[in-house]
């Protein structure tokens, strides 16, 4: 995550008046002011997706309802239609810090017609997003010339980098991007546009950085459709990881203890760079304190991700540290050296002993490897 301070309710800097994507909405939440997108209609419902910290007044806790309204059209001084919101909801992993993973909120509207503008979230399978693709950001708020602009407005910028919980873009100089005023809004695909990215937050407090939206596709089965269908959705793996690696999640502190270690910078410095089992083990034997702070990170998140990543390939461990290629084999030492394999698999240095075929010296020391 960023190490600058964060700066929350993001409007675009250097782009140009957008009068074509009427489905980009403006919300006022408690006196506060963001932007949102209309991604469904059903009946007489719209559902707009939005940031969750548009919709908190402090902490998670959500504005009423009655605090709540959707305002469409080109400039919210004058808008088209404006709707009071009949149900408001944050994501449930959303922790109200600035920089969080899981910054998505949905609100439904009663009055849509058939003639209300949608555009959809983007779902998993439609997804293809990579560094470099061009997506529009859109949304009402600050300008480089103007702090109480009202007219929504939009440049298209490519993703500069992306996780699956972030699209990361760009903003230094006056290359453009988000601002205040321009939270929840959309990240849009070019073409079919659909929701790729929500707004959340930029770095330092100038809109000339780094601009940050929660990547939609990752929340869309377990979040935004079953708000839309009126169920109850299922936190999903990258979700939960996502939430305890980032503002205050149960795993900053063991992903500090590794950052703040040079033999860990080192370790991931190497496996970075590999593109085999043999070359990380190597980088293992040369960092082993460091692999064993790296490997402390995975555990956290499967230990608290549980049992959203059960099935997850990281987390999914064989019954006693070790797969076995011969199975006859495997079967024997599981049944009669289960401890001593677990003690062996959870201990870097050993692993490293028994999965190169040059171990090192220091095996011949190795408590776990020699119990």
């Known amino acids: ?26 919300l006022t939440a408690g006196g506060g002011r963001c ?30 309802p009655n605090q709540v309204s959707v305002e469409l059209g080109n400039n919210y001084d004058s808008p088209t239609a404006t709707y009071t919101a009949a149900a408001v909801k944050v994501h449930p992993l959303y ?11 949905m609100i439904r509207f009663t009055g849509a017609t058939s003639s209300t503008p949608v555009i959809p979230a983007m779902a998993p399978a ?22 109480n602009n009202s007219q929504r407005r939009h440049i298209v910028k490519p993703i500069a980098d992306l996780t699956s919980a972030w699209l990361i873009f760009d903003q230094t100089g006056t290359s453009g991007g988000t601002c ?37 596709s990752t929340v869309y089965d377990s979040f935004i459709k079953p708000f839309i269908d009126g169920t109850t959705g299922q936190i999903n793996c990258a979700e939960c990881q996502n939430s305890v690696t980032a503002g205050n999640g149960a795993c900053i502190a063991t992903i500090n203890a590794c950052y703040s270690n040079t033999s860990c910078n080192n370790f991931i410095n190497c496996i970075n760079n590999c593109t085999t089992t043999a070359c990380q083990n190597q980088c293992a034997q040369s960092n082993p304190t460091g692999a064993d702070l790296y490997m402390a990170i995975l555990d956290c998140m499967c230990d ?10 990281m987390c999914v461990e064989p019954q006693c540290g070790f797969d076995l290629n011969d199975a006859t084999c495997g079967g024997c030492s599981d049944s009669k050296c289960c401890a001593q ?31």
């Not at 922790?95 to 909120?105: E, I, R």
């Open 180 to 216: 205040s005023g321009d939270s929840g809004g959309p990240a849009l695909s070019l073409g079919t546009a659909r929701v790729a990215g929500v707004t959340s937050f930029g770095t330092g407090g100038t809109c000339t950085e780094d601009g940050y939206s929660g990547r939609v």
């Open 1 to 26: 995550m960023p190490e600058e301070r964060q700066t929350r309710e993001q409007a675009i800097y250097y782009g140009s008046l957008d009068t074509t994507h009427q489905a980009v909405v403006s």
């Open 35 to 64: 932007t949102g997108t209309i991604v469904h209609v059903n009946g007489s419902n719209g559902y707009v997706l939005t940031a969750a910290h548009c919709l908190v007044s402090w902490g998670t806790q959500t504005y009423p």
């Open 95 to 105: 922790d109200g810090d600035d920089g969080s993973a899981n910054d998505f909120g």
């Open 341 to 371: 394999e677990q003690a062996c698999a959870d201990n870097a240095a050993c692993v490293t002993c028994v999965s190169t075929t040059t171990p090192p010296s220091t095996c011949t020391s190795n408590t776990q490897l020699n119990n």
């Open 126 to 147: 439609q997804d293809t997003l990579a560094v470099g693709t061009q997506v529009d950001l859109v949304g009402y708020g600050q300008t480089e010339s103007s702090y």
């Open 304 to 313: 608290e991700c549980q049992p959203s990543c059960a099935n997850d390939p």
